[in-house]
T-cell receptor, first 112, second 115 residues
């Protein structure tokens, strides 16, 4: 069964304190791994797509990396405005169609 | 902003009442999706559409139906709302087959409360 597990469930950091969020997955034939950011009361906002092990993508203070079993979202010198829930999803073939399977997210809080 | 709007944004309804949520897009994306998001369950796919009048079920489709009579609109109907359908509903869209085209872009959500 295709599955995505994110850890930790919640993370609290001080401003400037770098850390990483983990997304481990099991899927038959990975076609894409996606990271989203979700602010309270809003829809998920697309951040990155990773397609193959070893690939990296960067955007401001965020860098996403991918291995054969997991992805990391590295946050360097975070600011309070980086506080949000970060969602990971994998593209999987389910019942003959391509669909996204989401993890439950990591709730990140950056204290000033 | 992927040009997605959802209406209504908030709705309170009574058990047994039919409810229709609307998703509207302005960018002519082929694929459209309805998800629900609940604490402890994350985002779960209800139904999706791969073209006008082409729809299929997701993992939590019981109690829901959809229709897509034109490219820009995807409707989600709860035939007889139940308290278990209290949730936040998100519409999403993507371009379709091909690399980079399964990236999904989400609307702002509809908060539905069934009393």
């Amino acid at each position: 069964e295709d599955q995505v597990t994110q850890s930790p469930e919640a993370l609290r950091l001080q401003e400037g304190e770098s850390s990483s969020l983990n997304c481990s997955y099991t899927v038959s034939g990975l076609r894409g791994l996606f990271w989203y950011r979700q602010d309270p009361g809003k829809g998920p906002e697309f951040l990155f797509t990773l397609y193959s092990a070893g690939e990296e993508k960067e955007k401001e203070r965020l860098k996403a990396t991918l291995t054969k079993k997991e992805s990391f979202l590295h946050i360097t010198a975070p600011k309070p405005e980086d506080s949000a829930t970060y969602l990971c999803a994998v593209q999987a073939r389910i019942q003959g169609a391509q669909k996204l399977v989401f993890g439950q997210g990591t709730r990140l809080t950056i204290n000033p | 902003d992927a040009g997605i709007t959802q209406s209504p944004r908030h709705k309170v309804t009574e058990t047994g009442t039919p409810v229709t949520l609307r998703c509207h897009q302005t960018e002519n994306h082929r694929y459209m999706y309805w998800y629900r998001q609940d604490p402890g369950h994350g985002l779960r796919l209800i139904h999706y559409s791969y073209g006008v009048k082409d729809t299929d079920k997701g993992e939590v489709s019981d109690g829901y139906s959809v229709s897509r009579s034109k490219t820009e609109d995807f409707l989600l109907t709860l035939e007889s709302a139940t308290s278990s359908q209290t949730s936040v509903y998100f519409c999403a869209l993507s371009r379709g087959p091909g690399q980079s085209s399964y990236e999904q872009y989400f609307g702002p959500g509809t908060r539905l409360t069934v009393t």
